[in-house]
Protein backbone atom coordinates (compact mmCIF):
# COMPACT_ATOMS: atom_id res chain seq x y z
CA UNK A 1 0.00 0.00 0.00
CA UNK A 2 2.61 2.61 0.79
CA UNK A 3 4.31 1.86 -2.92
CA UNK A 4 1.13 2.60 -4.34
CA UNK A 5 0.43 5.90 -2.14
CA UNK A 6 4.09 7.22 -2.79
CA UNK A 7 3.47 6.38 -6.69
CA UNK A 8 0.35 7.81 -6.63
CA UNK A 9 1.32 10.94 -4.81
CA UNK A 10 4.46 11.29 -7.25
CA UNK A 11 1.94 11.35 -10.16
CA UNK A 12 -0.17 13.92 -8.54
CA UNK A 13 3.31 16.31 -8.06
CA UNK A 14 4.31 15.58 -11.59
CA UNK A 15 0.52 16.27 -12.89
CA UNK A 16 0.59 19.61 -11.44
CA UNK A 17 4.04 20.68 -12.14
CA UNK A 18 2.74 19.92 -15.98
CA UNK A 19 -0.31 21.66 -15.62
CA UNK A 20 1.31 24.44 -13.67
CA UNK A 21 4.29 24.99 -16.82
CA UNK A 22 1.22 24.59 -19.02
CA UNK A 23 -1.00 27.65 -17.77
CA UNK A 24 2.26 29.35 -17.37
CA UNK A 25 2.86 29.34 -21.38
CA UNK A 26 -0.78 29.94 -22.20
CA UNK A 27 -1.19 33.35 -24.05
CA UNK A 28 -2.79 35.72 -22.78
CA UNK A 29 -4.86 35.91 -26.08
CA UNK A 30 -6.31 33.00 -27.99
CA UNK A 31 -6.45 34.65 -31.15
CA UNK A 32 -3.12 35.33 -32.66
CA UNK A 33 -2.53 38.88 -33.72
CA UNK A 34 -0.14 39.33 -37.07
CA UNK A 35 2.41 42.22 -36.12
CA UNK A 36 4.34 43.79 -38.97
CA UNK A 37 7.44 45.76 -37.63
CA UNK A 38 8.94 48.13 -40.10
CA UNK A 39 12.43 49.53 -38.88
CA UNK A 40 13.91 51.18 -42.40
CA UNK A 41 16.58 54.33 -41.73
CA UNK A 42 17.13 56.44 -44.54
CA UNK A 43 18.50 59.01 -42.08
CA UNK A 44 19.76 58.59 -38.90
CA UNK A 45 20.19 54.95 -37.27
CA UNK A 46 18.96 54.40 -33.52
CA UNK A 47 21.07 51.36 -32.06
CA UNK A 48 18.15 50.86 -29.62
CA UNK A 49 16.67 49.14 -32.77
CA UNK A 50 17.84 45.78 -32.14
CA UNK A 51 16.59 46.22 -28.37
CA UNK A 52 13.21 46.78 -29.59
CA UNK A 53 12.64 43.99 -31.71
CA UNK A 54 14.11 41.90 -28.93
CA UNK A 55 11.79 43.06 -26.65
CA UNK A 56 8.65 42.44 -29.10
CA UNK A 57 10.38 38.63 -29.78
CA UNK A 58 10.62 37.96 -25.84
CA UNK A 59 6.39 39.25 -25.58
CA UNK A 60 5.37 37.11 -28.39
CA UNK A 61 5.17 34.03 -27.38
CA UNK A 62 2.85 35.30 -24.29
CA UNK A 63 1.25 37.66 -26.41
CA UNK A 64 0.37 35.52 -29.30
CA UNK A 65 1.76 38.25 -31.59
CA UNK A 66 3.19 36.43 -34.51
CA UNK A 67 6.06 39.18 -35.77
CA UNK A 68 7.44 39.85 -39.33
CA UNK A 69 10.45 42.13 -38.90
CA UNK A 70 11.65 43.90 -42.02
CA UNK A 71 13.69 46.94 -43.52
CA UNK A 72 12.45 45.88 -47.14
CA UNK A 73 9.94 48.57 -48.12
CA UNK A 74 9.74 46.64 -51.51
CA UNK A 75 7.59 43.91 -49.44
CA UNK A 76 5.19 47.25 -49.02
CA UNK A 77 2.00 45.88 -51.65
CA UNK A 78 -0.93 45.32 -50.99
CA UNK A 79 -1.27 41.37 -50.60
CA UNK A 80 1.30 41.38 -48.64
CA UNK A 81 0.27 44.39 -45.95
CA UNK A 82 -3.10 42.77 -46.02
CA UNK A 83 -1.82 39.97 -43.74
CA UNK A 84 -1.06 42.00 -40.76
CA UNK A 85 -3.46 43.44 -38.20
CA UNK A 86 -0.90 45.70 -36.57
CA UNK A 87 2.09 47.61 -38.43
CA UNK A 88 4.64 49.20 -36.13
CA UNK A 89 7.11 51.58 -36.92
CA UNK A 90 10.05 51.08 -34.75
CA UNK A 91 12.59 53.87 -34.96
CA UNK A 92 12.40 53.97 -38.67
CA UNK A 93 13.85 57.34 -40.02
CA UNK A 94 13.90 59.72 -43.54
CA UNK A 95 12.25 58.65 -46.71
CA UNK A 96 11.86 55.01 -45.72
CA UNK A 97 9.11 53.59 -48.13
CA UNK A 98 9.18 53.90 -51.99
CA UNK A 99 5.80 56.10 -53.74
CA UNK A 100 4.71 52.13 -54.51
CA UNK A 101 4.68 50.83 -51.28
CA UNK A 102 2.84 54.20 -50.00
CA UNK A 103 -0.08 53.89 -51.85
CA UNK A 104 -0.06 50.14 -50.93
CA UNK A 105 0.13 51.41 -47.68
CA UNK A 106 -2.95 53.66 -48.06
CA UNK A 107 -5.22 51.38 -49.22
CA UNK A 108 -4.78 49.05 -46.54
CA UNK A 109 -4.44 50.43 -43.60
CA UNK A 110 -8.04 51.23 -42.95
CA UNK A 111 -9.53 48.89 -39.65
CA UNK A 112 -6.31 48.16 -38.99
CA UNK A 113 -3.71 49.48 -36.53
CA UNK A 114 -0.17 51.89 -36.07
CA UNK A 115 2.47 52.15 -33.57
CA UNK A 116 5.06 54.59 -33.49
CA UNK A 117 7.91 54.85 -31.71
CA UNK A 118 9.97 57.28 -30.93
CA UNK A 119 11.78 58.02 -34.47
CA UNK A 120 8.40 57.21 -36.57
CA UNK A 121 8.08 60.71 -36.26
CA UNK A 122 11.42 61.31 -37.72
CA UNK A 123 9.90 59.27 -41.35
CA UNK A 124 8.15 60.23 -44.45
CA UNK A 125 8.40 63.97 -43.97
CA UNK A 126 6.63 64.34 -47.54
CA UNK A 127 3.84 62.16 -47.13
CA UNK A 128 0.79 63.79 -46.02
CA UNK A 129 -1.27 60.28 -45.24
CA UNK A 130 1.45 59.23 -43.22
CA UNK A 131 2.46 62.48 -41.45
CA UNK A 132 -1.96 62.64 -40.77
CA UNK A 133 -1.28 58.72 -38.97
CA UNK A 134 1.27 59.14 -36.68
CA UNK A 135 0.27 62.81 -35.74
CA UNK A 136 3.47 64.47 -35.44
CA UNK A 137 7.30 65.13 -37.36
CA UNK A 138 9.78 65.65 -35.21
CA UNK A 139 11.98 69.38 -35.33
CA UNK A 140 14.46 68.81 -33.02
CA UNK A 141 15.80 67.59 -29.45
CA UNK A 142 17.89 68.58 -26.75
CA UNK A 143 20.90 66.18 -25.35
CA UNK A 144 19.74 62.82 -24.03
CA UNK A 145 19.10 63.52 -20.57
CA UNK A 146 16.99 61.99 -17.39
CA UNK A 147 13.80 64.53 -17.67
CA UNK A 148 9.93 63.96 -16.75
CA UNK A 149 6.93 62.96 -18.76
CA UNK A 150 3.17 64.11 -16.81
CA UNK A 151 0.38 62.02 -17.30
CA UNK A 152 -3.09 64.04 -18.90
CA UNK A 153 -6.34 62.17 -17.09
CA UNK A 154 -7.14 59.30 -18.83
CA UNK A 155 -7.62 55.44 -18.90
CA UNK A 156 -6.26 54.15 -22.10
CA UNK A 157 -4.65 50.78 -21.55
CA UNK A 158 -1.62 51.53 -22.87
CA UNK A 159 -0.91 54.08 -19.68
CA UNK A 160 -2.01 51.32 -17.12
CA UNK A 161 1.63 50.43 -16.30
CA UNK A 162 2.07 54.16 -14.74
CA UNK A 163 -1.38 54.06 -12.53
CA UNK A 164 -1.28 55.89 -9.79
CA UNK A 165 1.85 57.54 -11.20
CA UNK A 166 1.41 61.72 -11.87
CA UNK A 167 4.75 61.53 -13.71
CA UNK A 168 7.86 59.50 -14.63
CA UNK A 169 10.89 59.94 -14.80
CA UNK A 170 13.82 58.15 -16.85
CA UNK A 171 16.68 58.77 -19.55
CA UNK A 172 15.77 59.06 -23.02
CA UNK A 173 15.65 61.66 -25.96
CA UNK A 174 12.98 64.46 -26.13
CA UNK A 175 11.85 65.05 -29.30
CA UNK A 176 10.24 68.17 -30.11
CA UNK A 177 7.68 68.41 -32.78
CA UNK A 178 7.65 70.72 -36.03
CA UNK A 179 3.77 71.49 -34.86
CA UNK A 180 1.67 71.04 -31.76
CA UNK A 181 -0.41 67.12 -32.56
CA UNK A 182 -2.98 67.92 -29.63
CA UNK A 183 -5.55 69.59 -32.29
CA UNK A 184 -5.85 66.56 -33.93
CA UNK A 185 -4.78 63.83 -31.36
CA UNK A 186 -5.72 62.56 -27.61
CA UNK A 187 -2.93 63.23 -25.95
CA UNK A 188 -1.74 60.61 -22.92
CA UNK A 189 1.71 63.11 -21.58
CA UNK A 190 3.19 65.64 -22.41
CA UNK A 191 7.12 66.35 -21.43
CA UNK A 192 7.78 68.73 -18.23
CA UNK A 193 10.21 70.98 -20.19
CA UNK A 194 11.31 72.44 -16.50
CA UNK A 195 12.71 69.04 -15.91
CA UNK A 196 14.87 69.70 -19.19
CA UNK A 197 18.35 70.83 -17.73
CA UNK A 198 21.21 70.30 -20.34
CA UNK A 199 21.06 72.73 -23.68
CA UNK A 200 22.28 75.81 -24.23
CA UNK A 201 18.63 77.56 -25.55
CA UNK A 202 15.14 77.27 -25.71
CA UNK A 203 13.96 76.95 -29.23
CA UNK A 204 13.77 73.30 -28.34
CA UNK A 205 10.60 74.16 -26.00
CA UNK A 206 6.83 74.27 -27.14
CA UNK A 207 5.13 75.32 -23.98
CA UNK A 208 2.75 72.36 -24.35
CA UNK A 209 4.63 69.37 -25.09
CA UNK A 210 2.72 66.42 -26.04
CA UNK A 211 5.47 63.46 -26.23
CA UNK A 212 2.76 60.34 -26.12
CA UNK A 213 -0.67 59.85 -27.99
CA UNK A 214 -3.53 58.05 -29.72
CA UNK A 215 -5.61 59.02 -32.43
CA UNK A 216 -8.46 56.92 -34.25
CA UNK A 217 -9.88 57.70 -37.68
CA UNK A 218 -11.76 55.76 -40.28
CA UNK A 219 -11.53 52.61 -38.18
CA UNK A 220 -8.09 52.82 -38.00
CA UNK A 221 -6.25 52.93 -34.37
CA UNK A 222 -3.02 55.19 -34.02
CA UNK A 223 -0.59 55.46 -31.39
CA UNK A 224 2.69 57.25 -30.75
CA UNK A 225 5.20 57.45 -28.08
CA UNK A 226 7.99 58.94 -27.31
CA UNK A 227 9.99 56.57 -25.16
CA UNK A 228 12.64 54.51 -27.54
CA UNK A 229 15.97 56.43 -28.37
CA UNK A 230 18.06 54.05 -25.90
CA UNK A 231 18.52 50.09 -25.48
CA UNK A 232 17.61 50.87 -21.57
CA UNK A 233 14.44 51.95 -22.72
CA UNK A 234 12.93 48.83 -24.14
CA UNK A 235 14.53 47.48 -20.61
CA UNK A 236 12.19 49.53 -18.25
CA UNK A 237 9.65 47.04 -17.68
CA UNK A 238 6.71 50.18 -17.15
CA UNK A 239 7.81 51.16 -21.07
CA UNK A 240 7.72 47.59 -22.39
CA UNK A 241 4.08 47.08 -20.93
CA UNK A 242 3.40 50.38 -22.40
CA UNK A 243 4.17 49.16 -25.90
CA UNK A 244 2.90 45.91 -24.91
CA UNK A 245 -0.49 47.42 -24.50
CA UNK A 246 -0.64 50.01 -27.03
CA UNK A 247 -0.01 47.00 -29.79
CA UNK A 248 -2.94 44.95 -28.24
CA UNK A 249 -4.78 47.92 -28.50
CA UNK A 250 -3.96 48.87 -31.94
CA UNK A 251 -5.06 45.64 -32.62
CA UNK A 252 -9.12 46.05 -31.04
CA UNK A 253 -7.72 43.10 -28.21
CA UNK A 254 -8.52 45.54 -25.57
CA UNK A 255 -10.18 49.22 -25.12
Same mark, same amino acid.
Given at each position: MSV???????LMVVSSIVFSCSAQDKPEFEEPLNILVFSKTAGFRHESISSGLKM?????????? $? /??????????TESFLNSF???VFLNPTGDAINHVGQAAFEKVMNGKGFVGIHAAA????????????VGGYFR??????KATVVFEPNDHPAMKPFAGMKSYTTYDEWYTFKT??????? $? /?AVLDENSVKEFDNDKWKMGDHPIIWWNEQNGTRSFYTGFGHTHEAFQDEKIQQHIVNAINWAGKRID
Open positions: MKNLLIALYDFSKKQNW $V /LTATEDDRLFDVVDCEYEWPFYGALIHPPSQNPRPNVK $V /L
